[in-house]
């Protein structure tokens, strides 16, 4: 043993055993708050909108794909039931007559364990009872206690009147509830989203004129006023392309991009939902598509001054996003999105981006539709988070560098939200897109303002390894 491996080993606090180090980093994770950054929840202020309990549960748009599958039944004909009989379907075709093996129906079993219910019975009786007799607010606090969660991000919309009545009410909710402005009616479907814009006393048209785009600009700083969101956000297709010939590519560069920046706000980009694939299976029928990362690459490249919060939906695009986040300092990666949000998937890009990014990611949201789900996204995604670290730390250890239980705690908190916190600058200074990124020799990200039309040759020049 050399000097330094021994001076490391008498580091005060130091793990020396992989049994230690692996007892600690399972208790870290397992104990650390975690801010979800994307959800579907919503506070209790706003009314139905906030789902919970056994029906909804049942219900969740996966359960709905999974029971098609298995059930002989035509969807016009499952989604003219009622709540409670889908409910009653799902539960005696997925659990009942089969064991729940995959992700979601596992998920509804741990539940279900985790708040003291029976997952073998034989109907939904107890279970419906259960859930009568909590209040919204106590049942709330408790599975945010159970899923040691600080807080979740929302998804808003500018254009639902569900939403309306909250936000022209002065947008009072619990606090633990953030609000995140999303723009997929805006950027996916310019043309039909105009007449909705326009009623709301903002005279854009579907010709992207000067004024159009002024009008736009004075909706979205509107919405933001009103929602202060954390970020702006936007599911976008496989096929989505920047720079490119479409009202989309405007209204991004021209008025979301500048909102952002003014406002110091991140851009969240989803990237890769082919929707209604199967249109009859409506929130279930949508599907995935790998996407082209140069747009991503592009965006972050030609506005340095903005940040960027990306997903990917396909498994294919995971590796190109973590090598596009190593060259841009205003790409920060996170969650396992949607399809990829299985423990065989999670353990693969987690490790993948470790040993690309350090802990310089967000590993996971949880993108919750019923409260009741945090539970087991949250149980399911940290096991998988904490294994992956684990090896990362053990790896080091071999190596002769030991970690103290104070240094694991550190990147658990970064992971868990330390690093969403200070990217829509809730903690310290957001860092801004000339920051340096890890692999730019020196170069600031700001040497790679260009003008749109110029990317291409730009990018052979500028962009390297
Ligand atoms: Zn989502």
Redesign the pocket.
């Known amino acids: 043993m050399n000097q330094h491996t021994q001076s490391a080993n008498h580091l005060h606090g130091a793990l020396r055993e992989p049994s230690a180090l692996r007892a600690c980093v399972t208790e870290t994770v397992f104990r650390t708050r975690v801010f979800d950054m994307?959800?579907?929840l919503f506070a209790p202020q706003f009314g139905a909108l906030n789902l919970w309990g056994i029906d909804e549960l049942l219900t969740y748009h996966y359960l709905i794909a999974e029971l098609m599958r298995a059930e002989n039944i035509a969807p016009r004909k499952f989604f003219a039931l009622s709540k409670g009989e889908q409910a009653d379907l799902v539960w005696h075709t997925l659990f009942i007559e089969r064991a729940p093996l995959s992700e979601a129906t596992r998920g509804i079993i741990r539940a279900l364990t985790a708040l003291d219910l029976n997952p073998r019975a034989k109907d939904l009786r107890e279970a419906r009872a259960f859930f009568a007799n909590q209040k919204a607010e106590d049942f709330l606090n408790r599975v945010f206690e159970i899923a040691c969660v600080s807080g979740v991000v929302m998804?808003n919309d500018p254009l639902d009147a569900a939403e309306a009545g909250v936000w022209n009410d002065g947008g009072e909710f619990d606090s633990r509830f953030h609000a995140a402005l999303r723009m997929d009616r805006l950027l996916n479907g310019w043309r039909e989203a105009v007449p909705h814009i326009k009623a709301q006393g903002f005279s854009v048209q579907e010709d992207l004129s000067a004024g159009a785009l002024a009008e736009t600009r004075r909706f979205l700083d509107a919405w933001i006023e009103r929602m202060k969101p954390l970020y702006l956000a936007v599911?976008l297709p496989d096929t989505f392309a920047f720079p490119e010939d479409s009202a989309r590519s405007k209204l991004i560069s021209e008025v979301v991009l500048p909102a952002c920046r003014e406002h110091d706000k991140p851009l969240a980009m989803?990237i890769g939902v082919r929707r209604r694939v199967n249109p009859e299976l409506q929130l279930a029928g949508d599907a995935l598509g790998r996407a082209d990362i140069t747009a991503v690459t592009n965006l972050c490249a030609a506005y340095p001054d903005n940040r960027f919060l990306v997903t990917m939906l396909a498994r294919e695009n995971q590796h190109e996003l973590c090598v596009a986040a190593r060259k841009f300092g205003n790409l920060m990666p996170f969650g396992c999105?949607?399809f990829l949000n299985n423990p065989s998937i999670i353990s693969e890009v987690t490790r993948e981006r470790f040993e690309l990014l350090g802990a310089s990611f967000i590993p996971q949201h949880s993108?919750a539709r019923v409260l009741d789900q945090l539970i087991y996204k949250w149980e399911h995604s940290r096991r998988v988070i904490a294994d992956a670290l684990y090896e990362s730390f053990k790896c080091l250890m071999d190596n002769g560098w030991f970690a103290t239980p104070k240094e694991i705690e550190q990147e658990v908190t970064r992971l868990f939200s330390g690093n969403f916190r200070q990217w829509v600058g809730l903690e310290t200074k957001a860092r801004g897109g000339g920051s340096l990124s890890p692999d730019s020799d020196g170069r600031s990200a700001r040497e790679f303002e260009f003008e749109i039309t110029d990317l291409k040759q730009q990018q052979r020049t500028k962009i390297q390894d």
């Open positions: 994307h959800t579907h998804t599911s989803m999105w949607w993108d």
